[in-house]
């Protein structure tokens, strides 16, 4: 009985250490670590998303910042947000899901209520987040190949003190038909001090093997 205890008392809920599976998923870590604004872009599974959330997970379980505050561009739902049923929260849940099982996956089911029930982890529709200001915070904005420029600017401008900016996308996926803003920051902002830029390509999948060659193949 006294060992059983013990062995209950030893089972304590452990946070994910992000590993890297491949050589530019090490330079998009490092990047992170390093920089204030890092932006990375690749193909669905290469790990730009995955490992944002286990980065912001680990900051956040080691009390380095307050937050995590996880958005994305709705664009890709046709509508307006105001035209979608449903309270804010409601509306905008199918479209956060993935950045959500992410957290979840690093963090353990304990330690991620935790944290969304303390209000450390939150979701905006990046249509609202105009005006406000995040300290101490890491802020992802994923799928921003759907953003114009002037939402990506919007969005870097939230920044406060002790805070970092992720921004990931895919810039071959942007359903703004040539206008998204993603492709043009990346380009203007490559090589400013303070700002990282990734690429991750099919090389880096990590779902199964065959999407990449799937991918390469159809594009070629």
């Not at 353990?108 to 944290?115: I, P």
């Not at 895919?170 to 043009?184: A, E, I, T």
């Not at 990346?186 to 990734?198: A, N, Q, R, T, Y």
């Amino acid at each position: 009985m006294a060992r059983n205890r013990r062995t209950r008392r030893e089972e304590k809920p452990k946070v994910q250490h992000v590993e890297a599976k491949t050589e530019n998923q090490k330079i998009y870590i490092r990047s992170i670590v390093e920089n204030d604004i890092v932006f990375c872009s690749g193909p669905s599974g290469s790990g730009k998303s995955f490992v944002a959330a286990g980065i912001a997970a680990e900051h956040l379980h080691r009390g380095d910042i307050e937050q995590i505050i996880i958005t994305r561009p709705l664009v890709c739902t046709g509508k307006d947000i105001g035209s979608l049923p449903g309270e804010l929260g409601e509306k905008i849940a199918p479209y956060l899901l993935p950045m959500q099982e992410n957290l979840k996956f690093f963090f353990g089911r304990s330690y991620y209520g935790h944290y969304d029930n303390e209000g450390q982890i939150l979701y905006k529709p990046l249509e609202i987040m105009r005006g406000s200001t995040f300290h101490n915070a890491y802020m992802i904005l994923d799928e921003a190949q759907n953003c114009t420029t002037e939402q990506i600017k919007m969005f870097i401008t939230r920044m406060g003190k002790n805070s970092k900016v992720l921004i990931n996308g895919d810039v071959n996926q942007d359903d703004l038909r040539g206008r998204s803003g993603l492709d043009y920051c990346i380009s203007k902002l490559e090589g400013i001090d303070g700002v990282g830029i990734c690429r991750l390509g099919y090389e880096d999948i990590q779902r199964n093997d065959i999407i990449g060659r799937v991918l390469t193949a159809l594009e070629n």
